[in-house]
């Protein structure tokens, strides 16, 4: 109970203990149903450390509590763990520590801390000596549970407190230089001129350069590092659809006719008949719907843009008491009465935020007063009034509402009593079109009313398209047939054979859990890198919608990309390679009138390039071409560079130095900040490439 009361005072780091020992009842369930074997001690090894399989299942369980899928969870928890060891090998060899006066420093600065009146002295500061004394006697006298609890939330912070120091030394050791700023200035700034004469690769036919798989092999082992390749495996599936006939459809509208009109049914649990009313003439609508429908009855509004779009017109202007239906919707056969309706149910307004320093979850930044606000929201207003097409536009530049700056301050669908009253006013008893400002705790808003919605109250009886008994044994057998067949015969042809269609579904990986064709289907990922799986087999999964038949076509563990996979990348490579020896051999001459006229290619003149953008007019980004024209003299030509796009040909007419500036400052600090921007994430991948990581969670 005392840790239940604390967290009335909503305290963030009781709040995250109690979370930690909820979670934990999910051990039992998720060990069962992990994304690696039952029997599988560890989840993994990185660098000879094991990754315990119960507490990796633990702590994927805490993740999937917070709305993720059991696999995104898994993957998660994989990388914060992998993450974790190879960083504690880090802080080792540097000897990072964070001691307990650090730790208190850190926690202190926590505004659910410091701003708790627990532990405020009477100068209104934090109190250590305070906070040291509630965490003794809620946790560490409490009994060892407690002070389990409290022990692991100080580890999860000196974690996180540890990791920051590491990158921070990682971003303060990088350093740029004035000559690095000067250089990113002219790359932006120095302009080259230049002709040159290109036959593109497109002007060789295919045909005349075939790839051998050998070929792509070199190429990819010549390249390791582009294509490392986790294990994967590549899929053939069928998949039948479990969905009604033709004559359930019939039977289904046959069903839900009836009620539009009243019929007589029998009752399998009386054994006598029922008669049901027309559905029209039911005095309580809600009762005949919640008995009648596979949906219950929703008493909400709805504007007539949030109908089925097929049927808008039909049902918004029904009267009062009359039905339409039967109609189709959304995998349900649908009848729809009008109850009733209503004027200015929801609206659409777009406002801009004036906040103030001191207002309602203001941002600390605003350091402008009530007055100075005011005064920016009635200049404002006039810029609305005077243009209210380009509302938008303002709202996206002055708005201190984050929610809304990126759609023009706009929100739509807005009830009533949705927003705080003063805004509720303006928007629901002004007229559509109408600009104003009103006041509120957050500060003033500049508010155009851009719509109001009428809404129709509709009571509907839905009833879901479902196959029938027949139909659905009849899927079942034809399913049951095909693995059958497709393990003793061809599955291509057993799949023409039947009227079927086969989906390829290649590079499927262990972490995977998504399925071409029929979606999140982890068992069949898992069935694919079984142990007692072999390339060949077929097997029939049962999925809600259905039955997919799988057959496993191969399984890549060399870690390189194989060559069917890689094709589509490397190919061009290297029939590119092969185009530009047959270019080559056309383009002769030592001017660039000679080569022209060779190859019967125009000179082109390229003007005010940067060497950042390297951008040819008409051609695109060439980096060796304009490299090039920048490296050698004027009124040289260049030999033969082979590029992007074609085999080039350059003469330089002027490199164009920009003008020096006092200082590159700006524009050391823009090298620096990219640079300290991406550190942290190339150390990490750097680290996991140096190390020895296996993952166990499938065997």
Excluded: C
């Excluded at 307004?349 to 005011?374: M, N, V, Y």
Aim: charged content about 25%; glycine content about 6%.
């Amino acid at each position: 109970m005392a840790i239940l009361s604390k967290i009335r005072q909503r305290s963030f780091f009781l709040i995250v203990i109690i979370a930690l020992a909820l979670f934990s009842f999910v051990l039992a369930d998720v060990i069962k149903s992990g994304s690696f074997g039952s029997s599988s001690k560890y989840a993994g090894t990185v660098n000879g450390e094991n990754i315990m399989g119960q507490e990796f299942q633990v702590k994927v369980g805490q993740a999937e509590q917070q709305g993720m899928s059991n696999v995104q969870a898994s993957n998660g928890v994989w990388d914060q763990e992998v993450k974790r060891i190879i960083l504690a090998e880090q802080y080792e060899e540097l000897g990072l520590r964070v001691g307990p006066d650090q730790l208190i420093n850190v926690m202190k600065e926590n505004p659910n801390f410091a701003s708790n009146p627990q532990f405020l002295n009477e100068a209104g500061k934090f109190d250590v000596a305070k906070f040291k004394e509630y965490v003794s006697t809620n946790f560490y006298k409490q009994g060892p549970e407690q002070k389990a609890q409290w022990e692991a939330f100080e580890a999860d912070v000196e974690r996180m407190f540890t990791e920051q120091m590491y990158y921070t030394l990682i971003k303060s050791g990088i350093q740029t230089t004035q000559a690095e700023g000067q250089a990113l200035y002219e790359e932006e700034n120095d302009k080259v001129n230049f002709d040159f004469v290109t036959v593109g690769y497109a002007t060789v036919n295919d045909d005349e350069v075939k790839i051998s798989d050998d070929e792509i092999m070199a190429y990819i082992k010549k390249n390791e590092k582009k294509f490392k390749s986790d294990k994967m495996a590549d899929l053939e599936l069928v998949f039948i659809e479990n969905k009604p006939s033709k004559a359930d459809e019939d039977q289904m509208k046959s069903s839900i006719q009836g009620l539009l009109n009243g019929k007589v049914e029998y009752n399998k649990e009386t054994g006598i008949n029922d008669t049901i009313p027309s559905f029209r003439n039911a005095s309580n609508v809600a009762e005949y719907v919640n008995k009648n429908s596979d949906i219950k009855f929703d008493s909400t509004y709805v504007a007539k843009k949030d109908l089925p779009l097929e049927y808008q017109e039909q049902l918004f202007n029904l009267p009062v008491g009359e039905v339409f239906g039967p109609y189709s919707d959304n995998g349900f056969q649908k009848l729809s009465r009008k109850v009733g309706s209503k004027s200015g149910a929801a609206a659409k307004a777009s406002h801009i935020l004036i906040a103030f320093e001191g207002a309602e979850r203001a941002d600390p930044s605003i350091k402008r007063t009530k007055e100075e606000a005011q005064a920016l929201a009635n200049s404002l207003l006039a810029q609305a009034k005077a243009n209210p097409a380009g509302f938008g536009a303002l709202a996206t530049a002055n708005t201190d509402d984050p929610g809304s700056k990126q759609t023009g301050g706009e929100y739509d669908n807005i009830a009533p009593n949705q927003m705080v009253k003063p805004f509720n006013d303006f928007v629901f008893d002004s007229p559509v079109g109408s600009i104003g400002v009103v006041e509120t705790d957050f500060g003033f808003h500049v508010i155009k009313v851009s719509d109001k919605y009428n809404s129709v109250l509709l009571a509907t009886v839905a009833q879901k398209n479902e196959p029938s008994e027949a139909t659905s044994d009849q899927n079942y057998t034809k399913a049951s047939k095909f693995e059958a067949d497709a393990n003793s015969k061809d599955f291509a042809q057993v799949a023409k054979d039947m009227g079927l269609e086969v989906t390829q579904a290649p590079n499927i990986k262990t972490s995977d859990e998504n399925i071409p064709v029929v979606g999140p289907q982890r068992g069949i990922v898992l069935w694919a890198f079984g142990r007692d799986t072999e390339i060949g087999n077929v097997k029939r999964f049962d999925v809600p919608t259905g039955y997919v038949i799988a057959k496993l076509k191969a399984v890549n563990d060399s870690g390189l990309t194989s060559v069917e996979n890689a094709r589509t990348q490397v190919e061009p490579i290297l029939k590119n390679e092969k185009k530009a020896v047959i270019i080559r051999k056309k383009m002769t001459g030592k001017t660039l009138e000679e080569v022209s006229k060779a190859t019967n290619a125009s000179v082109i003149s390229a003007t005010d390039v940067v060497f950042k953008s390297a951008l040819l007019p008409n051609i695109g980004p060439e980096p060796k071409v304009v490299g090039k024209a920048f490296a050698q003299k004027a009124g040289t030509t260049s030999d033969l560079i082979d590029g992007t796009l074609g085999v080039y040909v350059v003469k330089t007419k002027a490199v164009v130095k920009a003008n020096a500036i006092p200082n590159y400052t700006s524009y050391v600090n823009q090298a620096k900040s990219q640079a300290q921007g991406s550190a942290s994430n190339k150390a990490i991948e750097a680290l996991k490439a140096k190390s020895e990581i296996e993952d166990l969670r499938i065997q």
